[in-house]
């Protein structure tokens, strides 16, 4: 086996973790054509907004979440960059790095509401707006998670009931530690069964208010993702769902977070996904960690070998 090619990334232009790229118009484009000629097909905005940075000139969150005002429309340019190399574009909500983690459910889904209310009024009718993403990720039952995914998911498809709502969670494995601290592992991670009861529990409940489920595969070690990664095959498939693997570009084995990965890693893990079937690869996320126009010299050269390896076309 080759491995599961990746044919989406997500577009992480409002992070907290890593660092940005003070890309404009004419770089994003030469990345666009990156990802062409990569196979991508689909991209994804890992979200709108956090706390008061924004993609785009929402008079909502300027007056709610006292937003900044964004030099550039990024929504738009994303749009219409895929438009013209033929992607798919889901949109990603807002994150408010507050209300949804201290306990203030209602208040993270009300504002959501108005988001994707205000978005689809704006964006709604453009031609590469395929999609929604949940920003909101946990790992287990917890946050009144399966709430938040079940009311934001119905309001996208009330609105649009043609377009796919898509989930990213991860999995509470010996890797899931704080981005912020130079620990790389925990004692013990969740059990496959804890993993599968939980989450069956999930999807239930909010079958029918989202469509895609992807799981991030970074924060199992190596030896467990195909058992983890057929479970979640088996989850989605018993809930209703589809299921895509989330592939982290990104190394998760180094106290220096986050740098790409060593692509012996990132190919191990395709091949994983691609022997249980899983349909369809993306990451997170192309234009820090896999990108020829990456900061990273080490993306440079991963972008390469993928690229090798599938026998495609560089430049």
């Known amino acids: ?27 994003w484009e030469h990345d666009f054509q990156a990802m062409k000629r990569m196979g991508i097909d689909t991209v994804i905005l890992i979200r709108c907004g956090y706390q008061q940075w924004l993609t785009y000139p929402s008079a909502l969150l300027q007056k709610q979440a006292d937003g900044y005002l964004p030099p550039l429309d990024l929504v738009d340019l994303f749009l219409t960059l895929a438009e013209k190399y ?8 807002y994150d408010s790095g507050r209300f949804w983690t ?24 453009r031609a590469a707006f395929k999609g929604w993403y949940l920003s909101q990720e946990v790992s287990r039952r917890t946050r009144a998670i399966t709430e938040i995914y079940a ?20 999995i509470d494995g010996v890797k899931s530690v704080s981005s912020f601290g130079s620990q790389i592992q925990k004692e013990q991670g969740i059990t496959l069964a804890q993993h599968q009861a939980e989450w069956n529990e999930i999807m239930a409940a909010i079958s029918g208010a989202v469509d895609i489920v992807a799981f991030q595969d ?6 467990q993702l195909p058992e983890f990664l057929a479970m979640n095959k088996q989850l989605a498939e018993a809930n209703g769902l589809r299921c895509w693997t989330n592939s982290e570009s990104f190394d998760r084995d180094m106290p220096i977070k986050f ?10 893990k395709l091949k994983a996904a691609e022997e249980v079937g899983i349909e369809k690869g993306i990451t997170f996320e192309f234009s820090h960690f896999m990108s020829p126009n990456a900061c990273y010299v080490q993306a440079h050269h991963l972008y390469r070998r993928y690229c090798q390896h599938f026998g495609l076309e560089q430049t």
């Open 1 to 27: 086996m080759n491995g599961i090619r990746l044919t989406g990334t997500f577009l992480d232009e409002i992070s907290h973790d890593i660092p940005h790229q003070n890309w404009g118009k004419a770089e």
């Open 151 to 170: 009311r934001m998911g119905h309001h996208c498809k009330q609105l649009s009931p043609q377009l796919p709502v898509l989930i990213s969670p991860w």
């Open 218 to 223: 970074g924060h199992v070690d190596y030896h």
């Open 102 to 125: 201290t306990g203030e459910y209602q208040r993270e889904i009300d504002i959501n509401l108005a988001v994707i209310d205000e978005v689809w009024q704006r964006y709604g009718d």
């Open 86 to 93: 033929s992607m798919d574009f889901y949109f990603g909500t």
């Open 259 to 268: 740098m790409p990965i060593k692509w012996e890693k990132l190919l191990l």
